[in-house]
């Protein structure tokens, strides 16, 4: 997951990994003309913006199924993101965090991440429990077959 451009991106990064890692759109193209294209399409400014970010969840949603995804979302606790991450990708918002990051799988013990802001509160490419439940409430956005 290269870097978000823009602190205010990582729905739109993370949207963008979502698309492109489920083969649905965009596997060929530069990714940051790719998220220029997911950001157009989940409505710059109004659901996207320097200001707010991602102004709800439901552009998120939106914007996915926009591209044919079937998005279920709810907010889940540690292990029931670990169970759904262990069998689909999607989204995760850590609400503490107000960042979204990618679902790539998981560990024996945390959540694999695809984080476009590496680093920051000291999320890198894993997701431990404890991190999990000091940056929640967290909403999951699974792709559904």
């Known amino acids: 997951m290269p870097g978000q451009a823009y602190d205010w991106t990582c729905s739109v990064c993370s949207s963008t990994w979502v698309i492109q890692a489920t083969g649905t759109a965009y596997t060929d193209m530069d990714i940051y003309d790719a998220r220029y294209a997911v950001g157009e399409r989940m409505g710059y400014p109004s659901c996207v913006n320097p200001t707010y970010g991602c102004m709800s969840a439901q552009c998120a949603i939106d914007v996915l199924e ?23 990708t999607g989204l995760i918002n850590l609400q503490g965090m107000y960042h979204f990051m990618g679902c790539r799988g998981v560990t024996s013990d945390s959540l694999w991440v695809a984080n476009s802001a590496q680093g920051y509160r000291g999320v890198y490419d894993h997701l431990t429990r404890s991190q999990f439940n000091s940056l929640g409430p967290v909403q999951l956005f699974a792709i559904l077959p």
Not at 67 to 78: D, P, Q, S
């Open 66 to 88: 926009s591209y044919g995804l079937k998005v279920r979302a709810e907010f889940v606790t540690f292990d029931q993101a670990w169970t759904v991450m262990s069998n689909t």
